[in-house]
């Protein structure tokens, strides 16, 4: 089995070309293929959906995670805006020097942006983190969550929800899946008083696409979580990814919303899955009983109703400074 | 700063780390592929999810037009699996 | 200009002289005063400096290490548990090649809290592939500021550089320094304009994963050779340093009166100074003594060491900090260098003044009176704490 190079039947077709009137976003890539992100990998579609919004002129900074591996061996790099890898725990030290350097030389017009997996963001680099929230760095924190170390080999982290298993939390005959409530970092950082914070998907590349141009506007930091399956790590076949995606967001596990200067908005998503269906579709959580489900969709019910009534009680205020 | 580094010794190296070769050229990922992915253009009707949907960017968009870089596709089968009008087929490889 | 100022406000000064861009700063004692004087500088206008208050030494580092990548001169001051919490990022700013410069205060290590000075902070840190100067005035750490952002920054060294300087005595002590006028050091020191940076406009990826059979093993390389030509060039840039500010900076080692002596002590930091004046004495006494004292540990000037110690009997090496299961590193790496020399000298290794115990004069006549005698009947105690309450009881190695 090779990989020929060739159109495939793609391009045999002649006629008139119909394409859309406009593509349903920026059509330049600033992200390579021959990088070694799994098949299906969420977060390839995420980094790639960022960069179109961010555009060139881009600085971007990776700890350790599936990001610091995916771009590929020494000499080549599926980057193609100026990046560096840095430790594992630093991201947010890392923008403000990178802010720093560029505002000493008078550069303004480049966008500073952090990527970091969950782990890397809301365990051991949260001290970092909210440095760089509370000192108020222009730069765009991005955590990508795949809801676990997954480039270490899917051990929890303080983002793997409730009920998964993983390699440290093994289920086994004491039950021992994730039992600690998922860390809500997007909150942790509305506690902080940043001007800009959101929840995205991949499933929604068009408001995760305006999210970051929103999140480029803000003269300070803002944090946005995007969610990105891992069919490694959660179990399902890698052409399922978007459709993870979507049924998180649809059965209010992931609720999509914003926090604008202190003013909540909820997006209202047509469709709604049953929470048993979005589980059945990953291996992680197989081990689930009816019982264990209808606990978690309490807590999935109660926080969607606290993320409306913060929605409705921030909707009359002036937006924060 | 297209052309492949020729690095063969310490003092060839830069001094630290650091690199820029396009991993499309430097390391093509098609070799990965189980399934590949036949887009039967009868039926497409352009929407570009397929184009927006690849995680690999191995779907160009090509006047107006899917055309997957076989060099690059993995076969991951989402392109196939979004496609709102089932017009992807993923077809097991065989040997040339 | 001459100023009456403490070791601390003099490597402000030297960060403002270098116009450091950016200052990533966390306060820690005896370190303080340093970050509190550029933070004056900065909000008064008279430097232009990013100040980047960050809420750990280990983000200084790693800020220090982007905002470098990022293309400008960064500067960094710590001390302690500030340092050895910055280990990791310490180990990183070498292979990425950063020229960042840090002024260190030398201050012990707890459990228990001390506050005084002590080399453990900086000793524990010398495989990190920071180039390490010991300085025994407030003068030399502002000129060793300077010498570093000349040499580091050259593209064939592209070092990370501490500036050490001990706790009190000259952290928080005034000296007279002669402080330049920042035209002077402007016409000293280019600005940095590095190759290899983050920059839209040359976009490229830094510190790529690197599998056995590719790089690593060279760009590991790559740093001891920097060191190696870092040598070289203290010594080219100190004779154009002396040409430029009319005084001298002088080389990695300092000599005095041990050419010609039998017994000489080896030392860093300010306790050198302290066995300048022993020696005085002793010599006033009849007896040939003498001091060298190692400015720079890294690179490590073994060339330099084997030619002031040539002509020497015995060799006894004072120790601010010791590597505990064995003795004090700044002995084993003098030993080290005087293995494969001509002539061999008998030495002893003194560890002493840790946790910041006061060392006399007189304390280091006693170390030269026990050199005297190793010098006769031999080495009967190859390592020593001195001055521990207790010691007689103990049977040294």
């Not at chain 1, 946005?224 to 209010?252: D, K, L, Y």
């Not at chain 1, 919303?257 to 003013?263: A, I, L, S, T």
């Not at chain 3, 570093?148 to 952290?171: G, H, T, W």
């Not at chain 3, 940095?192 to 994963?209: I, Q, T, Y």
Request: proline share 7%; aromatic share 8%; with cysteine.
């Amino acid at each position: 089995m090779t990989a020929k190079g060739g159109k495939g039947e793609a391009g045999a077709a002649g006629g008139a070309a119909k394409g859309p009137k406009k593509l349903p976003m920026p059509e330049a890539e600033l992200m390579h293929p021959g990088h070694v992100g799994c098949l299906g990998c969420g977060a390839c579609n995420a980094m790639r959906y960022a960069l179109k919004a961010t555009g060139p002129r881009t600085i971007i900074s990776v700890p350790a995670c599936c990001w610091a591996v995916m771009p590929g061996n020494f000499p080549n790099t599926c980057f193609n805006i100026p990046h560096i890898n840095t430790a594992f725990e630093v991201t947010g030290a890392s923008l403000s020097g990178i802010r720093a350097a560029l505002d000493a030389r008078g550069v303004k017009d480049v966008t500073v942006m952090g990527w970091a997996g969950d782990g890397g963001t809301a365990d051991i680099g949260i001290q970092a983190l909210s440095g760089m929230v509370e000192r108020g760095t222009r730069a765009i924190y991005v955590m990508y969550d795949n809801e676990a170390y997954m480039n270490t080999g899917i051990q929890r982290s303080s983002s793997t929800p409730v009920g998964a298993w993983t390699t440290t939390t093994p289920v086994g005959a004491i039950r021992d899946y994730k039992r600690a409530p998922k860390k809500n970092m997007v909150e942790i950082m509305v506690a902080h008083g940043i001007p800009y914070t959101a929840t995205a998907s991949i499933a929604w590349p068009k408001d995760f696409i305006e999210k970051i141009q929103k999140a480029m506007q803000v003269q300070g930091p803002s944090f946005i979580h995007v969610f990105t399956p891992c069919p490694t790590g959660w179990r399902h076949p890698p052409e399922r990814t978007f459709e993870v995606a979507r049924m998180a967001t649809q059965s209010r596990v992931f609720p999509l919303y914003e926090v604008d200067h202190g003013v909540y908005r909820v997006k209202q998503v047509k469709k709604e899955t049953p929470l048993k269906e979005y589980l059945a579709a990953q291996g992680r959580f197989r081990h689930l009983t009816d019982e264990e489900i209808a606990g978690m969709q309490v807590n999935v019910d109660r926080w969607w109703r606290t993320l409306l009534a913060r929605e409705k009680a921030t909707k009359e205020l002036e937006p924060s400074p | 700063m297209v052309d492949k580094p020729n690095y063969k010794t310490w003092r060839d190296i830069p001094p630290m780390p650091v690199c820029w070769y396009p991993s499309s050229k430097g390391n093509p990922t098609g070799g990965w592929r189980t399934f590949r992915p036949v887009i039967h253009m009868e039926g497409c009707i352009h929407c570009a999810v397929c184009w927006q949907s690849c995680p690999d960017a191995a779907i160009r968009w090509v006047e107006g037009s899917p055309d997957v870089d076989y060099d690059e596709c993995k076969g991951c089968g989402i392109c196939a699996y979004e496609c709102p009008v089932k017009t992807i087929e993923m077809v097991l490889e065989v040997k040339e | 200009m001459k100023k009456v100022i403490t070791g601390n406000y003099t490597a402000s000064y030297a960060a403002k002289l270098c116009r450091a861009e950016v200052v990533p700063a966390y306060p820690i004692t005896p370190q303080t005063s340093i970050v509190e004087k550029i933070a004056e500088f900065v909000s008064s206008g008279e430097m232009k400096a990013q100040y980047i208050k960050v809420e750990s030494e280990h983000t200084a580092m790693a800020a220090s290490i982007s905002a470098s990548y990022a293309g400008a001169r960064t500067f960094t001051a710590t001390s302690s548990h500030g340092l050895v919490l910055m280990h990791e990022m310490l180990h990183w700013a070498a292979g990425a090649r950063t020229p960042v410069v840090m002024a260190n205060v030398n201050r012990a290590l707890a459990p228990p809290w001390s506050v005084w000075a002590d080399h453990t902070d900086s000793m524990s840190q010398r495989d990190t592939g920071w180039i390490q100067f010991y300085c025994e005035s407030n003068q030399e750490v502002l000129d060793t500021i300077i010498m570093c952002y000349k040499v580091c920054e050259q593209r064939d060294v592209l070092l990370p550089a501490m500036v050490n300087m001990d706790a009190f005595i000259l952290s928080h002590t005034s000296e007279v320094v002669d402080v330049p006028s920042i035209e002077q050091v402007d016409a000293f020191l280019p600005r940095f304009e590095p190759e290899w940076k983050l920059d839209p406009d040359r976009p490229m990826s830094f510190g790529s994963l690197s599998p056995p059979a590719s790089f690593y093993m060279e760009w590991r390389y790559g740093i001891q050779h920097a060191m190696d030509v870092a040598a070289k060039r203290f010594m080219e840039e100190s004779r154009a340093f002396e040409r430029h500010f009319g005084r001298p900076w002088g080389g990695l080692v300092e000599e005095y009166r041990a050419r010609d002596a039998d017994a000489v002590i080896v030392a860093m930091g300010t306790m050198a100074s302290t066995a300048k004046e022993a020696v005085d004495q002793v010599r006033a006494k009849g007896r040939k003594v003498g001091l060298v004292r190692l400015k720079a540990f890294r690179p490590f000037p073994t060339k330099e060491l084997r030619e002031a110690l040539g002509g020497a009997k015995v060799v006894g090496v004072m120790d601010r900090s010791h590597t505990f299961g064995h003795e004090g590193p700044v002995f084993t790496e003098v030993k080290a260098a005087l293995y494969n020399a001509p002539k061999r000298p008998a030495m002893a290794g003194f560890t002493i003044g840790l946790g910041g115990r006061d060392i006399l004069d007189s304390t280091v006549v006693g170390l030269y009176e026990r050199l005297h005698d190793a010098a006769e009947r031999g080495v009967t105690k190859e390592v020593e704490w001195i001055d521990l309450k207790g010691a007689e009881e103990e049977v040294a190695r």
